[in-house]
């Protein structure tokens, strides 16, 4: 097996003409996993891919790797954190965004 071999769907921004900010890539990714962007969740460490997740109508987890939280919740993150294991994996399946706690 190959990394490739886990996932359902892989797509390259050197197939779109607009990068980031431009929700291109992510809109076809989601459109390649048969699923509407509304369902669909996008991690970024960069505030233009933020604004494409928002400008695609996604969720966005912004994930802060150098002092640029303020930055990422300013580009429209619905979250931010330093780390996906920040993320509360329970309220992701419930369909929402949430940092997990102590006692999540």
């Known amino acids: 097996m190959t990394l ?6 892989n797509v390259s ?5 607009h990068g980031k900010p ?14 509407p962007p509304a369902r669909a969740i996008v991690m ?3 505030a233009a891919g933020v604004q494409a997740a928002r400008a ?3 969720g966005a ?3 802060s790797r150098k002092d640029d939280a303020d930055q990422l919740a300013a580009a429209g993150a619905d979250i931010v954190v330093k780390s996906l294991d920040d993320v509360d994996l329970s309220a992701l399946r419930e369909g929402r ?4 706690t102590a006692a999540a």
């Open 4 to 9: 490739l071999d886990y996932f359902d769907a």
């Open 13 to 17: 921004g050197r197939d779109f003409a």
């Open 22 to 35: 431009a929700p291109d890539i992510f809109l076809a990714a989601a459109d390649e996993l048969g699923d």
């Open 44 to 46: 970024e460490d960069a």
């Open 56 to 58: 695609g109508e996604m």
């Open 61 to 63: 987890i912004g994930v």
């Open 97 to 100: 965004l949430a940092v997990a």
